[in-house]
């Protein structure tokens, strides 16, 4: 049989680690001069996927 495809989409948004699915955070790509700089640099750090959301992500990564 074939491999499997990944999603390419998911594949740019999602890193699959030991400690879960890592993600970015949504807010920092326009409109910042309102956001304080406290809010814009939590918003820079990754945050995990819900682990309800994971096992759709790993159908979605299958090799990852």
Partial sequence: MPKI?????AAKRFKITAGGVKRKQSHM?????KKSSKRKRQL????????RDVPSIHIMLPYA
């Fill in 44 to 51: 820079g750090s990754p945050a995990f996927v819900h682990k």
């Fill in 5 to 9: 495809k990944s999603n390419r989409g």
């Fill in 29 to 33: 790509r326009h409109i910042l001069t």
